[in-house]
């Protein structure tokens, strides 16, 4: 099916990786792909791998994917980014989502498929949800070699059993890994459950201190970098025409970022 350029695939289950990639060898067009929430049938063996020689075997071309938007919460990760990153398939990912991940392996592939991509990559998501260990996921990211990279967008979704100053000292240390390249810099954070729009609760899930120096150094090192800081707060069992000042508190806690004179661009909302 070489008309087939773009391809979704979304609650699936597979046999195994190999049948995955099976399929995604039947499009030599195939360009843009997205996997999410995808399983293996519960037989399938833990240290299956698959076989490369037999997938060049029964294709023909190369499969160059550009654009990737992948779920890292996929069990057998490894196996399936092993097959992905040899022939028939040729990657050169210029925009690239990563739903993180908090399993070890899993976060170890993602940054082995970044890795790779170091001398394509134009456009990173990373989205980190609830349940996963924030830490341990942004601390393997280093993007210091990205030097294509011109877009960079961190999302965050709290829920109502947040840790304190969860994303902290790793955003910071990965702000430092950003190339000289980078144009574009978004952090989003959605904030679930909360029963107060007092600033110091729904504001409490970083060391802002330690961003705001992080931003005013990021800024000496790239002076036309702009960055977006998008604040959104969901609260639980109150009225939609509850419209708190969102932004004001943010701004307070960046003195030395805005006063150095960093393109930080605030957005709030409350829903």
Known sequence: MPAVSSLDIFCAIFL???????????FPGLSTLTLQHIR???DVHL??????????????GVRRIEKLSLDADI??????????????????VREMSIDSCPRSAENLTTTMLLSRMRSTLEVLHVNHFP????????????????HKLRIVTLSYVFGSS??????????????????????????????HG????????????????????????????????RTTIDVRIMLDGRGIDIRPEVVRPVIDRLPRSLRGGAQIYLLGSCE
């Open 16 to 26: 195994s990786p190999s049948e995955l990639l099976q399929l995604l060898a039947a």
């Open 40 to 42: 293996w049938h519960p």
């Open 47 to 60: 240290s299956h791998r698959p076989d490369s020689a037999a997938l060049c075997h029964s294709s023909v």
């Open 75 to 92: 069990k057998m990760l490894p196996s399936f980014v092993e097959g992905l990153l040899n022939p028939p398939f040729a990657p050169a």
């Open 131 to 146: 349940s996963q260990d924030i830490q341990s996921s942004l601390a393997e990211l280093d993007c210091s070699q990205h």
């Open 162 to 191: 947040r840790s304190v100053r969860a994303i902290c000292p790793y955003l910071p240390q990965f702000l430092q890994s950003l190339p000289k390249s980078t144009q574009q810099l978004q952090l989003r954070f959605e904030m």
């Open 194 to 225: 909360l029963d107060s729009t007092d600033p110091i609760v729904f504001l409490d899930f970083t060391d802002w201190d330690a961003l705001d120096r992080a931003l005013a150094e990021l800024h000496e090192r790239l002076t036309a970098l």
